[in-house]
């Protein structure tokens, strides 16, 4: 998989610039940087990006605020610096594919890309043919 475009969202300009080397260098990812929700939804609306990465806390705003702005058809991956049990509960029932404790391994980024793209991939493809037979 790869020219697939990915939002990454995360206030600290570091840690989303190496996401963004991390996914645009490894597959060939288009990577669309924000650094607040706002700028993210402006991304989303004009962009439509194939997925969301977003970190947990952006500064007094949280990450999983954006899900519902994703709806059903584009992937959401969490990331976090301090994990809890909590916010890996809440991010999977708001319906958030996969969790990122970061610093993360690139492979482990890359498996959680892969991952979330393949399924949505297959959910569009189901949603294709029930399109058909009905």
Not at 97 to 116: E, G, Y
């Amino acid at each position: 998989m790869s020219g697939e475009t990915i939002l990454i969202v995360d206030d600290e300009s570091e840690s989303r610039a190496t996401l963004v080397a991390q996914l645009a260098r490894a597959d060939g990812y288009v990577c669309i940087a924000a650094a607040n929700l706002t700028e993210a939804r402006v991304h989303l609306a004009t962009a439509a990006p194939q997925l969301v990465v977003a970190k947990d806390q952006l500064g007094r705003e949280r990450g999983l605020d954006l899900l519902p702005d994703c709806g059903l058809l584009i992937p959401f991956v969490l990331t976090t610096t301090q994990p809890s049990v909590e916010l890996m509960s809440a991010a999977l029932a708001a319906g958030a594919r996969d969790i990122l404790i970061l610093p993360a391994p690139p492979d482990r980024v890359q498996t959680a890309v892969v991952r979330a793209l393949r399924m949505a991939q297959t959910l569009y493809e189901r949603d294709q043919l029930r399109g058909q037979i009905d």
